[in-house]
Nanobody, 120 residues
Framework: QVQLVESGGGLVQAGGSLRLACAAS????????MGWFRQAHGKEREFVGA????????WYADSVKGRFTISRDNAKNTLFLQMNSLKPEDTAVYYC?????????????WGQGTQVTVSS
């Protein structure tokens, strides 16, 4: 059974940084795309970025490009989202996801989410 468990969310001031982690278990992810999504209160879920596990190729939404970086630790089966220069509009619940149908999805597996709040 595949499990994705996010951690690292919290409250940070605008301009600050946070690093989210997503611990993946239950299968080998070598052929997978791993994505980060977020959903702000009252808004639809949106794509943040993704990484192809096999070759570290990454994709990012324009809104986070240059500020957020996705990486992975193969030995620990863990995905990371380094978020720098955070803005109040980055406030959302952040989810990691895994799938095989391309970086844009659809994704088959989802974590429970972690709250990120950026104060102005």
């Amino acid at each position: 059974q595949v499990q994705l468990v996010e951690s690292g969310g919290g409250l940070v001031q605008a301009g600050g940084s946070l690093r989210l982690a997503c611990a993946a278990s239950g299968r080998a992810f070598s052929g997978y795309f791993m994505g980060w999504f977020r959903q702000a209160h009252g808004k639809e879920r949106e794509f943040v970025g993704a990484i192809r596990w096999s070759n570290d190729m990454t994709w990012y939404a324009d809104s986070v490009k240059g500020r957020f970086t996705i990486s992975r630790d193969n030995a620990k089966n863990t995905l990371f989202l380094q978020m720098n220069s955070l803005k109040p509009e980055d406030t959302a619940v952040y989810y990691c996801a895994g799938g095989t149908r391309g970086y844009a999805g659809p994704y088959d597996y989802w974590g429970q989410g972690t709250q990120v709040t950026v104060s102005s």
